[in-house]
């Protein structure tokens, strides 16, 4: 007898396994999915685009999920807007900077005036090539309040005409709020960690919604005879078995239920990210800044929390004890203005050349992630490693300014640092 008879939600699905599950599965998104494409990159919005019209009529849009993401579209039309500017600024300080620091070698050395200018020019430069990528690749282009000017709503449109799941009978939708509100005093997945929402008119469920989400898919799913796949960038612990950061699959609860309703078919959780880290299981080439801007989106600042001494210091400690080489590339990046370029990671690392940045910045995040669950780092903090794309490759990456700031000069005696960010 296997060890995983009676035990198989405890198993870790292999990449293959993963990717059989999106040519063979129902495939339903959470409105989070659908939010996150106005948050998104161009290049990123297209290759999702591409992998949900290769799903075909396996993609699966539940009634609630739909719900939700027009309550709340408009909000995330507007997200995105700051960030741009954020990292234009921060472009900006950095040129200013490698000027202020060539103007005073030139001096001590008394280089000719003319090779300064070429240096200023040369500087100046790079940073208007590298702010115009930034200002060509803004998230949340081609959004529109107007609905019939949003052409990423006219895209969707067509990509889920026919896909939407219908609104669930009175009566079954009371009796699925009912159970909704029973496992959420119970604590049992999905939903208990949205307990504090309450009910409003424009959302009479309350903290119901995920539960709705959950039953209208699973439903759907059990109809057709398929295994499911369900799509959520929600990463609370009510859909996610977790250890320390490190995303393992879907409640062990909710493998065991869908198990329980569909005779016996299988359950997958996947975040946005996954769907284009596996999209070649359906023939369809993601690009690697599209990989690393839907783990921005996953990541990104909600606030104003900022990266401690502590947090850093814990940071890099860790991913030196595990062997990566991220950590001297943190470094390097705060001696050089926030800045590292590829060919710096590649020396020290000591990458081959055929090796690829697809993917880098995972290290870093899911400790970041685990850093946050042990109340070390705040949540909403800058990501570490934030890529910089010249044409389709990363030129490099830029780390928060604050962190540039502790690994120079270290905390002043002024600040009053909180013990945890």
């Known amino acids: 007898m296997s060890i995983y008879r009676d035990f198989e939600s405890y198993r870790s699905s292999s990449a293959a396994e993963l990717g059989e599950s999106l040519r063979?599965?129902?495939?339903?998104?959470?409105?989070?999915?659908?939010?996150?494409v106005y948050r998104y990159?161009?290049?990123?919005?297209?290759?999702?685009?591409?992998?949900?019209?290769?799903?075909?009529?396996?993609?699966?849009?539940?009634h609630q999920a739909l719900h939700e993401f027009w309550r709340r579209r408009l909000n995330a039309l507007g997200s995105p807007s700051t960030t741009v500017q954020q990292a234009i600024d921060a472009l900006e300080k950095q040129r200013r900077a490698t000027v202020s620091t060539l103007e005073g070698w030139a001096k001590q050395i008394a280089l000719d005036p003319g090779e300064l200018d070429g240096l200023r020019s040369e500087v100046n430069g790079l940073h208007d090539k590298l702010a115009g990528r930034v200002k060509d690749r803004e998230p949340g282009a081609g959004g529109n309040t107007s609905t019939g000017s949003d052409r990423v709503l006219a895209r969707l449109e067509i990509i889920l005409d026919g896909k939407c799941g219908q609104p669930m009978?009175?009566?079954?939708?009371?009796?699925?709020?009912?159970?909704?509100?029973?496992?959420?005093?119970?604590?049992?997945?999905?939903?208990?960690m949205d307990a504090q929402?309450?009910?409003?008119?424009?959302?009479?469920?309350g903290a119901a919604g995920d539960y709705l989400v959950w039953k209208q898919a699973t439903t759907e799913a059990c109809r057709r005879g398929l295994d499911l796949v369900i799509v959520t960038g929600?990463?609370?612990?009510?859909?996610?078995?977790?250890?320390?950061?490190?995303?393992?699959?879907?409640?062990?609860?909710l493998f065991d239920e869908f198990r329980a309703l569909s005779a016996g078919h299988r359950l997958f959780a996947f975040r946005p990210s996954d769907l284009l880290l596996h999209a070649d299981a359906l023939n369809v080439r993601v690009r690697d800044e599209s990989l690393d801007d839907a783990e921005r989106v996953s990541s990104r600042s909600t606030g104003a929390a900022q990266w401690s001494m502590e947090g850093v210091e814990e940071l890099l400690r860790r991913l030196d004890s595990?062997?990566?080489?991220?950590?001297?590339?943190?470094?390097?990046?705060?001696?050089?203005?926030?800045?590292?370029?590829?060919?710096?990671?590649y020396e020290i690392a000591r990458y081959n050349d055929e090796r690829m940045l697809r993917?880098?910045?995972?290290?870093?995040?899911?400790?970041?992630?685990?850093?946050q669950e042990a109340g070390i780092v705040q949540a909403g903090v800058t990501p570490m490693l934030q890529p910089v794309y010249v044409d389709v490759k990363a030129a490099g990456f830029k780390i928060p300014g604050e962190v540039v700031d502790l690994l120079v000069d270290g905390p002043s005696e002024d600040d009053d640092f909180p013990a945890t960010g």
Not at 197 to 205: A, F, G, L, R
């Open 24 to 36: 063979t599965s129902l495939v339903a998104l959470d409105a989070n999915v659908l939010l996150n």
């Open 41 to 62: 990159n161009a290049t990123t919005r297209d290759d999702l685009f591409q992998v949900l019209e290769k799903l075909g009529d396996r993609l699966h849009v539940p």
């Open 169 to 192: 009978a009175q009566a079954d939708f009371d009796a699925a709020v009912a159970e909704a509100h029973r496992r959420i005093e119970a604590s049992e997945p999905p939903g208990y």
């Open 197 to 205: 929402k309450v009910d409003t008119s424009d959302n009479p469920e």
């Open 234 to 253: 929600d990463e609370k612990e009510d859909w996610w078995r977790r250890h320390r950061g490190e995303f393992l699959g879907p409640r062990v609860e």
């Open 322 to 345: 595990e062997g990566w080489k991220h950590g001297d590339v943190i470094r390097h990046a705060a001696e050089n203005f926030g800045f590292v370029e590829r060919a710096a990671i």
């Open 359 to 371: 993917g880098y910045t995972r290290p870093v995040n899911r400790i970041t992630k685990d850093l």
